[in-house]
C-alpha cells in the first residue's frame, strides 16, 4: 500500500495549475510592458536611447571631385548583400557633405580603428580642411584613404533612396582591403573597443 497522501496527485496538478496561471500572467505582463515602451518610442530622446545599446561601427565616407576632398562620419554603415556585393550608409537629408559626395557617384567607406577616436572627431567637426590633419593615400579608384584604418570599401553609388529624415545611400562593392587593427565601435553615446568573449 502506498505511503502517500491522499490527494497528492489533486495537489500536485492544482500547483501546476496555479504555476500556469502565474506564467500566463507573467506574460501578459511582459506583453503589456513592451507595448507601452512602443508607445514611448515616439518621443525622439527614448529612440536614441533604446538604438544606442546596438553597436555600431565608425566609418569615414570620402570623395573625390577635382581636387575637392570630402569626408563625413557616419555610424550607419552595413553590408547589404552579398551576391552581388552590396553595402550601405544613411545620411542626413540635411548634410551639405552628402551632397557634394553625391554628385561624383563614389565613396569610399574607411572604417575605423580602435585608436582612432579622434580621426572621428575631426570629421565631425566644423574644420575647413579635414584631411590637412590626417595621413592619407589613396584606394584603387583614386579616393582619399585613410591611414591606418581597420578596412576600407570602394564603391560606386548605386542608389540614393529617401527614407524618412535621411537617405538609403547603396553602393556596389568594386574594392576592399583590411588591416590588422580592430575596429572602432559606438555604443551608448561613446566609443568603445572590442574585446574578443
Not at 130 to 137: C, D, N, R, S
Not at 166 to 177: N, P, R, S
Request: proline share 5%; hydrophobic share 40%.
Amino acid at each position: 500500500m502506498s505511503n502517500r497522501p491522499r490527494g497528492g496527485r489533486f495537489h500536485a496538478g492544482r500547483m501546476e495549475s496555479q504555476f500556469l496561471q502565474k506564467f500566463k500572467m507573467l506574460n501578459f505582463a511582459g506583453v503589456a510592458f513592451f507595448m507601452s515602451t512602443a508607445l514611448i518610442a515616439t518621443d525622439p530622446r527614448n529612440f536614441r536611447d533604446v538604438l544606442g545599446c546596438c553597436p555600431t561601427s565608425v566609418a569615414v565616407i570620402t570623395a573625390l571631385n577635382g581636387e575637392d576632398r570630402f569626408g563625413m562620419v557616419v555610424g550607419t554603415f552595413t553590408s547589404i548583400s552579398l551576391d552581388p556585393p552590396l553595402v550601405g550608409f544613411f545620411p542626413a537629408k540635411g548634410s551639405s557633405t552628402w551632397s557634394r559626395i553625391a554628385e561624383t557617384g563614389r565613396f569610399c567607406a574607411n572604417i575605423l580603428s580602435a585608436e582612432q577616436a579622434h580621426i572621428s572627431r575631426l570629421f565631425s567637426s566644423k574644420a575647413e580642411d579635414k584631411f590637412a590633419e590626417v595621413i592619407h593615400g589613396s584606394s584603387p579608384s583614386g579616393l582619399p584613404l585613410i591611414d591606418g584604418i581597420a578596412a576600407w570599401v570602394d564603391c560606386r553609388i548605386q542608389s540614393v533612396q529617401e527614407i524618412g529624415d535621411h537617405f538609403l545611400v547603396v553602393g556596389a562593392v568594386e574594392a576592399i582591403g583590411q588591416g590588422t587593427t580592430s575596429p572602432l565601435v559606438f555604443l551608448k553615446g561613446g566609443y568603445c573597443i572590442p574585446h574578443s568573449l
